[in-house]
């Protein structure tokens, strides 16, 4: 399995981004996804998930209202897309997928859940 992202880039406050990550080597249609991030010197954190063979999303607190997250459906994939972005945004964006699995709610939020992880795309927010 690989997952490839892309979009990142610098940008200003107040600006909008649009993450894309496709996945390749999954053998399971429209899979379990997820947006997390990892800014210096802190740990990563859940931002955004897709649930398994539906359209149901879910959301961190800090993001909700100002990302979406989207199935690609032609890489098998996600976008992210992140409105009203903030210097607190600044981070590395990581995309992960469960592959085939599909949990409950509320493990969709944990890192742990997901075994393959992309390599990344920096996302830098200037105030």
């Known amino acids: 399995v690989q997952l490839q992202a892309s979009g990142g880039g610098l940008v200003q406050a107040g600006g909008s981004l649009r993450l894309a990550c496709s996945a390749s080597?999954?053998?399971?249609?429209?899979?379990?996804m997820a947006w997390f991030r990892q800014a210096p010197g802190k740990e990563r954190e859940f931002v955004a998930g897709?649930?398994?063979?539906?359209?149901?999303?879910y959301y961190s607190d800090s993001v909700k209202g100002r990302f979406a997250i989207s199935r690609d459906y032609a890489n098998n994939g996600v976008y992210l897309q992140m409105n009203s972005l903030r210097p607190e945004d600044t981070a590395v964006y990581y995309c992960?997928?469960?592959?085939?699995?599909?949990?409950?709610?509320?493990?969709?939020?944990?890192?742990?859940?997901?075994?393959?992880w992309g390599q990344g795309t920096q996302v830098t927010v200037s105030s």
């Open positions: 992960a997928t469960i592959g085939t699995g599909n949990p409950i709610s509320s493990y969709y939020f944990r890192s742990s859940t997901y075994s393959y």
């Open positions: 897709m649930r398994k063979d539906t359209s149901s999303t």
């Open positions: 080597g999954v053998s399971s249609s429209r899979p379990g």
